[in-house]
């Protein structure tokens, strides 16, 4: 049987980026490592994308320096061997185990903050009117709010600042993803951000509290601490993957219970399912869709030859729906067997073989915020579910899930007012 023939101007469709998933199949069924137009590869089996991430003899992160670091300036996610170990080690302790702990009340104080701001604004309209439904847009209402008024309390900054960073760090996400134009408009932002973090790095160094800049700012392992360009740079990467990634992730969570009602039933009957309904959002579409390496030396893969110097597209979207793992993986699916739904692994798998989501990556580069993310995906849903009654899709809405990317997004939903 002859091979379906891709036509290379689907990449760059409106199709695509609406539903990648058709594509990705033919590719992994037939093309597991594919050539694209630019020369770059897309590899998007499971297997080959977790082998590409743990072998970091022939695989480099630096590509992620000529997006992320060229507006954000150097960060751990751009460097391999010993520099990436040494940010890691610093940074890494802030953001897991019993450091989390200490944020949890943060988290729930700022969703609850949220969901009174936004129940008071409902009670105004219930009492101006004799009968009225409630809305809310998940991404503008609440997924763009909580993650940022959250980092902002990390970081010790003012709450008042809010609009200002909500201004900063859209524009610095599309200057990663975007043209020449939104990269300048990324760097000014990142510039702005980065003079209103000088004064206060100077004054944590000096009179250090507990927040996130002043740990950062006099963290130490085996003698090395991190540059004030390096704290300003890793405090850009985490407004933006803090920020941006946390909160398509909390809309992508709601938009998937609700477009599956069985799973929006069972977690309310059992809201300690949240943790498996966060963990299958991020496999069957999370906020990120792949990750990019560059070769090292030559390598071959499925009959193809990755030359030394070619960049590589690791396919999380294409790994996480390969059905040589996961039965039915286009189904999300709350209570399905072939899937470690527990704490996110750096290996990517359970003790017992049972395949996890890439959706934070995998190996050395594993997302050090993932524990965040999740506490705030799960807590912020669950406490908004409390509020809300009998949530549903606005009738002509088109809801759809997202990935990042730069056109606007939103998730409009009503409900039955109180």
């Not at 949890?104 to 604004?121: G, H, S, V, Y």
Request: aromatic share 10%.
């Amino acid at each position: 049987m002859s091979k379906p023939i891709i036509d290379p101007a689907i990449f760059g469709s409106a199709d695509y980026a609406a539903d990648p998933y058709p594509t990705l199949k033919i590719l992994r069924d037939h093309y597991p490592a594919y050539r694209l137009p630019n020369g770059a590869w897309m590899v998007t089996r499971y297997e080959d994308v977790v082998n590409i991430f743990r072998d970091t003899a022939n695989f480099s992160a630096s590509p992620n320096g000529e997006h992320i670091g060229a507006v954000f300036g150097p960060t751990l996610m751009e460097y391999d061997g010993q520099d990436h170990i040494k940010l890691r080690n610093i940074v890494a302790p802030q953001f897991v185990g019993m450091r989390l702990t200490a944020l949890l009340p943060t988290i729930q104080r700022n969703a609850m903050a949220l969901i009174k701001k936004f129940t008071e604004k409902q009670a105004r309209r219930i009492a101006g009117e004799a009968a009225v439904r409630g809305e809310i847009d998940i991404v503008d209402d609440f997924a763009t709010r909580l993650p940022l008024n959250v980092i902002l309390d990390v970081l010790d900054l003012p709450q008042e600042a809010h609009e200002m960073f909500h201004t900063w760090y859209p524009a610095m996400m599309n200057g990663i993803n975007g043209g020449p134009a939104l990269r300048i408009e990324g760097q000014k932002a990142n510039a702005e951000y980065h003079a209103y973090l000088d004064p206060l790095i100077d004054e944590r160094t000096a009179n250090p509290g507990d927040d996130l800049l002043s740990r950062l700012a006099n963290a130490e392992v085996d003698g090395a601490r991190m540059t004030k360009q390096e704290i300003k740079s890793f405090a850009s990467l985490i407004l933006v993957a803090g920020a941006e990634t946390t909160d398509k992730a909390i809309a992508n969570l709601w938009y998937q219970l609700l477009a599956n009602p069985e799973q929006w039933a069972a977690v309310q009957r059992e809201p300690e399912l949240l943790d498996r309904a966060f963990a299958e959002m991020m496999r069957v579409h999370g906020p990120a869709g792949a990750q990019t390496r560059r070769a090292i030396h030559d390598v071959a893969l499925h009959g193809e030859t990755i030359k030394a110097g070619d960049y590589v597209h690791v396919s999380l979207y294409g790994a996480n729906r390969d059905d040589r793992v996961f039965s039915n993986p286009d189904k999300f699916d709350i209570f399905r067997e072939d899937f470690y739904f527990g704490k996110e692994l750096r290996s990517g798998y359970h003790q017992s073989g049972v395949a996890g989501h890439l959706g934070f990556g995998l190996g050395a580069h594993f997302c050090v915020g993932y524990q965040l993310a999740r506490a705030e995906s799960v807590i912020g849903t669950k406490m908004l579910m409390e509020v809300i009654r009998n949530p549903r899709f606005k009738p002509g809405s088109n809801p759809m899930p997202i990935a990042i990317r730069v056109e606007p997004w939103h998730l409009p939903l009503e409900f039955d007012a109180a």
